[in-house]
């Protein structure tokens, strides 16, 4: 199935570009998932998955088909399946990155295939919670892209220039650079993910489509009490 969706992350494009184009700094921002192994332009990581009570782990390899910095155009490649053998999912992403008022607009279409648990919602449904989850990442994005904008300069230089001002000059930069570098905090794809609820993504939706079943079954109910109640007299 083909699903389109769009984003917009309050950061430079070239911030959001060299995001987008390392797995390390772009994994953490996707819920559920993290990153295990990147080697050149191939990487593999897991994405852990709650449909309610049902937990299911996907585990799974990606590839970067495409990296044109000039059109700030990214295709991906990506193919993961659930440990206990309940279902697969293989995607082909293209994701194209614009400026949009001082910001950056992301235009992202994706050739889904899915099987098992997940592909139930139904087309519709799985473009609706896509979009919510992009929402997620594109805010978890813009926030680490924030953090060390405001972490860098707030304590480290007052610091070393109160206590000592003459003895390591040169020091001050570096201490200033690696911070800006830095999108992901430590551990960030490494350290333990919480699990993505495709039912609490889902949930108004759901509950929507569900609204007039539960509406007949109490109906049902209180017909059959009536008439029970009849019988009885």
């Known amino acids: 199935m083909r699903l389109d969706h769009e984003f917009t992350v309050p950061a430079p494009i070239g911030e959001v570009w060299q995001a987008v184009i390392d797995p390390e700094r772009v994994a953490p921002c996707m819920p559920g998932a993290s990153l295990t192994k990147v080697e050149g332009d191939t990487f593999a990581g897991t994405v852990k998955v709650k449909l309610g009570p049902i937990s299911l782990l996907y585990k799974g390899t990606g590839e970067f088909l495409?990296?044109?910095?000039?059109?700030?155009?990214?295709?991906?490649?990506?193919?993961g399946k659930d440990s206990r053998g309940g279902g697969t999912a293989a995607a082909t992403v293209t994701l194209t990155l614009t400026?949009?008022?001082?910001?950056?607009?992301?235009?992202?279409?994706?050739?889904?295939?899915i099987t098992g648990r997940p592909a139930q919602f139904g087309r519709g449904l799985i473009s609706e919670v896509g979009g919510k989850i992009l929402d997620t990442f594109a805010g978890n994005l813009a926030a680490s892209l924030e953090t060390p904008a405001e972490s860098a300069p707030a304590a480290k230089p007052e610091e070393k220039a109160e206590?000592?001002?003459a003895e390591k000059p040169a020091a001050e930069p570096v201490a200033d650079e690696k911070p800006h570098l830095r999108s992901v905090p430590a551990g960030g794809s490494t350290g333990e993910t919480e699990a993505i609820d495709l039912l609490d993504y889902?949930?108004?939706?759901?509950?929507?489509?569900?609204?007039?079943?539960?509406?007949?079954?109490v109906v049902l109910l209180i017909v059959l009490a009536i008439v029970r109640k009849l019988r009885r007299r």
Request: charged share 30%; hydrophobic share 40%.
């Open 66 to 79: 495409e990296k044109d910095e000039a059109a700030r155009k990214v295709v991906i490649k990506a193919s």
């Open 99 to 113: 400026e949009r008022d001082g910001g950056t607009h992301g235009a992202v279409a994706t050739d889904l295939a």
């Open 163 to 165: 206590e000592k001002p």
């Open 202 to 217: 889902a949930g108004q939706s759901v509950a929507k489509r569900l609204a007039p079943v539960a509406a007949g079954a």
